[in-house]
């Protein structure tokens, strides 16, 4: 089984540019989250979607940072400009929906952004 | 909003220690447990996770966790760890009613000297 696939693995980009990072989640997958790891930190959920709807994105910095998944499918997480303290990794995760038994979320590799 | 407390920043252990991470959150409905572990270079990977039922959970590689309630606690254990175990450890709550919401820990690095 495929996995989490997520690109860039890494980005170093200037402060107030803009960087997008991809993520394909596993195939027939309805959950698909978007964390954000600080170094020395757990990851912070940003944003969760089910199918193509936000089922929560209480923690995403709207002003700057935006995400999508149009065809309840793959989807892209934006920052836009970004900041210093955006240096992170951005870890895309899917899990399916079950009934009874809770499903795992299984974890990308990880997009490394740096911004300088 | 739920939060989850892991005490242990950074655990150096020997080869063929026990192996204890505590792991404490704050939400007083029904949760949905996990463990994840990260090993170095690699994605996250589930270790193990409580549903119901049983609170002594048992996971891959010789892991296990207890889930106790009254403490609001679910504690990694391993019996004898290897240095293969050299890893970051997260644990991670799911709460019912909060949807399909996975908070995380701050993590716990762990080095075990061979």
């Known amino acids: 089984e495929a996995g989490v696939a997520q690109s860039p693995r890494y980005k170093i980009i200037e402060k107030r540019q803009s960087v997008a990072f991809w993520c394909n989640p596993i195939?027939?997958?309805?959950?698909l989250y978007w964390y954000q790891q600080i170094l020395g930190q757990g990851p912070k959920l940003l944003i969760q979607?089910?199918?193509?709807?936000?089922?929560?994105d209480s923690q995403l910095p709207k002003d700057r940072f935006s995400a999508e998944r149009l065809k309840g499918v793959d989807s892209t997480l934006k920052i836009q400009p970004a900041k210093l303290e955006d240096s992170a990794v951005y870890l895309c995760?899917?899990?399916?929906?079950?009934?009874?038994?809770?499903?795992?979320?299984?974890f990308g590799q990880g997009t490394r952004l740096t911004v300088v | 909003a739920q939060s989850v407390s892991q005490h242990n920043h950074h655990v150096i252990l020997s080869e063929a220690a026990s192996l204890e991470l505590g792991c404490n959150y704050s939400?007083?409905?029904?949760?949905?447990l996990f463990w994840y572990v990260q090993y170095p270079g690699q994605h996250l990977q589930l270790l193990l996770k409580?549903?119901?039922?049983?609170?002594l959970v048992k996971g891959i590689k010789g892991f296990e966790a207890e889930f106790i309630k009254s403490k609001f606690s679910f504690n990694l254990r391993k019996p004898s760890v290897q240095w293969s175990d050299t890893a970051e450890y997260f644990c991670?709550?799911?709460?019912?009613?909060?949807?399909?919401?996975?908070?995380f820990g701050g993590g716990t690095r762990l080095m075990v000297k061979p």
């Open positions: 995760a899917s899990s399916f929906l079950a009934r009874g038994e809770v499903p795992e979320a299984f």
């Open positions: 195939s027939g997958h309805a959950t």
């Open positions: 979607f089910q199918n193509n709807g936000v089922v929560d």
């Open positions: 939400y007083g409905g029904t949760v949905n």
């Open positions: 409580y549903f119901s039922g049983d609170p």
């Open positions: 991670a709550v799911k709460a019912n009613n909060a949807g399909n919401m996975l908070t």
